[in-house]
């Protein structure tokens, strides 16, 4: 092994490792956003506030936190999830999050739901 290459191995190990961490959280922001559209699917079409949140979870990626407010107008659905870099002192942690508003459907009676949260 060449000094030269000694020495250029682990930059391109923490290339590589930065550019594995880049496409985590690329996907992680997708999950993110498809939990959230989950969630607010699951609110349009009338579900109660558990199926809702039930819903957004397993879209999810692991280790997210799933939040539902929900008024009688809209109902709002937040995920954020932090993805954890190679390097932990090198890099901060990423938080993501990913946000859907969708009109809150009336119950069978034809009121609005109640607040909730």
């Given at each position: 092994?060449?000094?030269e290459?000694?020495?250029a191995?682990?930059?391109?190990?923490?290339?590589?490792?930065?550019a594995?961490?880049?496409?985590?959280?690329?996907?992680?922001?997708?999950?993110?956003?498809?939990?959230?559209?989950?969630?607010?699917?699951?609110?349009?079409?009338?579900?109660?506030?558990?199926?809702?949140?039930?819903?957004?979870?397993?879209?999810?990626?692991?280790?997210?936190?799933?939040?539902?407010?929900?008024?009688?107008?809209?109902?709002?659905?937040?995920?954020?999830?932090?993805?954890?870099?190679?390097?932990?002192?090198?890099?901060?942690?990423?938080?993501?999050?990913?946000?859907?508003?969708?009109?809150?459907?009336?119950?069978?009676?034809?009121?609005?739901?109640?607040?909730?949260?």
């Amino acid at each position: 092994m060449t000094v030269e290459t000694a020495v250029a191995f682990p930059a391109l190990v923490l290339l590589l490792a930065v550019a594995l961490w880049g496409v985590s959280a690329a996907a992680a922001q997708v999950a993110c956003v498809d939990a959230a559209r989950a969630g607010a699917r699951a609110a349009a079409r009338g579900e109660p506030l558990d199926e809702v949140r039930a819903a957004a979870r397993r879209a999810a990626p692991p280790g997210a936190q799933v939040s539902i407010t929900r008024d009688p107008h809209f109902t709002r659905v937040l995920v954020r999830a932090t993805v954890a870099p190679p390097a932990r002192r090198l890099f901060p942690p990423l938080r993501l999050r990913a946000q859907t508003v969708a009109a809150t459907e009336p119950e069978e009676g034809g009121e609005p739901m109640p607040a909730q949260r």
